[in-house]
């Protein structure tokens, strides 16, 4: 194998960002991207994501887009390419056929069926392959490399903090922090994600809805999910009795009993007090093809998702408001960057979001 130049890069990066907002939109499949390109002319010849639904695959609709321009070409792929037949022909069959001469894969695909034998089988074939190992590709298919190497998608929590640390006043549920724009800001994460998480504690404070609000993305509106606790959970906060049309889930202990409409799966997984192990409760939602979850989180949910080292990334957006020393901190064990810190996340990110300001933690992230 080869190694990149400059120009790979410059395209593999471009096939990341044209990814990106199709994120959950693709079912039981991650959001792949492939780019065909001209090496001589280096000229975008086709480009595809995808389908929405999972198939077809972003290679197949790029090679028939290009048609007979596809040959002689370089593909550069966000994920490795399928060889085995599945609900739709070996994407790698349509590579060779289109007379493709060199493919440049951003991230190996942990799926058992593919992992690495589509490379070996291009170049039996005469095709040059290139693995990259790109950073931007690695961390597009997080979630779905987690779904098959730990059996768990990957976790984003967002938390919304007062200027001092605080999430809300004691007896009156969490109080509005932050401005329009990290509203959008996370209303964006929403559709990225497969499903988003709440504990029965906010459920019940907050009484959120959990949907979409983005002109023209209220469809993408994910996977409402409710992990109830000792307490348990029942129809009367508004994500388990009030009518949305869209899907939601609560998961509970094995032997607590929920009161829920029938529109509401309930999913059960082992635990101790009635508590669900939050393993578990997250193998649950692998199982069911949730790749990314976004977990909008409280202190207690929080302080349980360190402690068992569950939290790929965390993004904690500080508002202008102070609340003052009886209000609910975020953390009781310090400020919650040092929290964050100590449970092996560094800042990796600081922006503006409006008047607020936004920094991202991350897990190391961990090459193929």
């Known amino acids: 194998m080869t190694q990149l130049s400059s120009e790979d890069r410059r395209w593999l990066d471009a096939a990341a960002r044209y990814a990106a907002p199709f994120a959950a939109t693709t079912a039981d499949v991650p959001a792949a991207a492939a780019l065909i390109v001209n090496p001589q002319s280096q000229t975008l010849v086709a480009r595809a994501v995808t389908a929405k639904g999972g198939r077809p695959h972003a290679e197949a609709q790029a090679i028939a887009q290009a048609g007979f321009e596809a040959a002689g070409c370089t593909l550069y792929v966000t994920l490795e390419p399928c060889h085995h037949w599945g609900r739709t022909p070996p994407c790698v069959d349509a590579i060779i056929r289109a007379g493709i001469t060199r493919v440049v894969i951003g991230a190996v695909d942990p799926d058992p069926r593919t992992a690495g034998g589509s490379i070996a089988k291009l170049e039996s074939a005469g095709v040059e392959a290139v693995l990259a190992r790109h950073a931007p590709s690695q961390a597009l298919h997080a979630g779905h490399k987690l779904r098959h190497m730990a059996g768990r998608p990957f976790v984003t929590a967002v938390l919304s903090v007062s200027a001092d640390g605080m999430i809300g006043r004691r007896g009156e549920g969490r109080a509005p922090l932050v401005g329009p724009e990290a509203g959008a800001w996370i209303d964006l994460l929403r559709t990225r994600s497969d499903a988003i998480l709440v504990g029965a504690a906010t459920a019940r404070s907050d009484d959120p809805d959990l949907t979409v609000t983005l002109p023209g993305l209220t469809l993408r509106t994910p996977l409402r999910v409710v992990l109830a606790g000792a307490s348990g959970i029942d129809r009367k906060v508004n994500l388990i009795g009030g009518f949305s049309g869209h899907r939601t889930a609560i998961i509970t202990e094995t032997a607590a009993s929920v009161d829920a409409p029938a529109s509401v799966e309930v999913v059960r997984v082992p635990g101790s007090d009635r508590r669900p192990d939050l393993a578990a409760a997250l193998r649950a939602l692998a199982e069911r093809h949730v790749q990314n979850v976004l977990v909008e989180t409280g202190q207690r949910l929080t302080a349980a998702l360190l402690e068992a080292n569950l939290i790929d990334r ?11 020393d009886d209000a609910v901190p975020a953390s009781l064990n310090g400020p919650i960057d040092e929290v ?28 193929d």
Do not use: M
């Open 314 to 324: 965390f993004a904690v957006i500080t508002g202008r408001r102070t609340l003052g």
């Open 340 to 367: 964050l810190n100590a449970a092996g996340l560094l800042e990796v990110d600081r922006q503006a979001l409006g008047e607020d300001n936004l920094a991202l933690y991350e897990r190391p992230w961990q090459a």
